[in-house]
């Protein structure tokens, strides 16, 4: 049976004052949420807020504004580094979740393209083949795809623009560490279970699957989560976990599930 569950959920909302982005994070140890209200044509954060509903410690509840974000753009690295900037008095948790809100507005940006200042979904398909080609399995063999983005994402009509959910669970016993990690959203769907053993909690065994994904050559990198055997995950950079699963020719999106395994593996 689990002794730690860590669930978090991420949405992007259209709403007639901007976009708002939020990461609530639930779990055994605490609760939590990050909100943003984002122009939808810059990505300029309107106004920000951090809710943190249960600290650990038996501390009081915090409810607060976070001026400290007003007028950064919400986009990429370049966003996330402007972010921890401006967090450094701010919890870790805090930071960590208004960076999940980056990842779900970058997501929820194939049904922003006309904001965002492109003709056509077709535009910004062809845009994000240049931007971000050799980054993952997908964009590093473009020759390969079948269906194409813009055909596999659709149209999304009403307000809710991507929604994700990241379950997981960690269980220990006299043998070691058994964590699952099970990630669902509005493109994709995959799961890793790592069994880890000894004083280091090295991984013993990896298993992965890739449940939905935009195109068949995504499934494939579910056979790359061997790599993580052997490894200690505590302490090694979200870098060196890449490079374990294939780099450019992995899944980003399982990268950051094994990224937060990290943490959850030793978490109290």
Known sequence: MPDLVRNRYLTVQRRADGLMVQTVQCGTVTEASAQLLVDPRTFIVRKARWEWHRPPGGRPPVSTAVPELEGV???????????????????????????????????????????????SLDAYVEHWKTFYLGSCRYYSNLDRVEAGWGRYVGQR????????????????SVDGVTVC???????????????????????RQ?????????????????????????????????????????????????????AAVREIIRAE
């Not at 919400?74 to 701010?90: D, H, I, P, T």
């Not at 009509?157 to 220990?172: A, D, K, Q, V, Y």
């Not at 990690?181 to 991984?203: Q, R």
């Open 181 to 203: 990690a099970v990630l669902s959203d509005s493109f994709h769907e995959m799961s890793l279970k790592l069994v880890l053993t000894g004083e280091n909690l090295k991984v």
């Open 73 to 119: 753009e919400a986009y990429f690295q370049k966003g996330a580094s402007a972010f921890r900037m401006a967090l450094e008095n701010y919890p870790p948790l805090a930071c960590e979740l208004f960076i999940e809100n980056i990842r779900a507005l970058i997501q929820a940006e194939s049904f922003l393209y006309a904001e965002r200042g492109y003709p």
């Open 157 to 172: 009509p009403g307000t809710n623009l991507f929604n994700r959910f990241e379950f997981l669970t960690r269980s220990s």
């Open 206 to 258: 990896a298993d992965g699957a890739v449940l939905r994904a935009p195109d068949r050559l995504c499934f494939e990198t579910a056979a790359l989560v061997s790599g993580l055997e052997g490894a200690v995950l505590a302490g090694k950079s979200k870098k060196e976990i890449a490079s374990l699963l294939g780099g450019g020719q992995g899944c980003v999106h399982l990268i950051n599930l094994a």
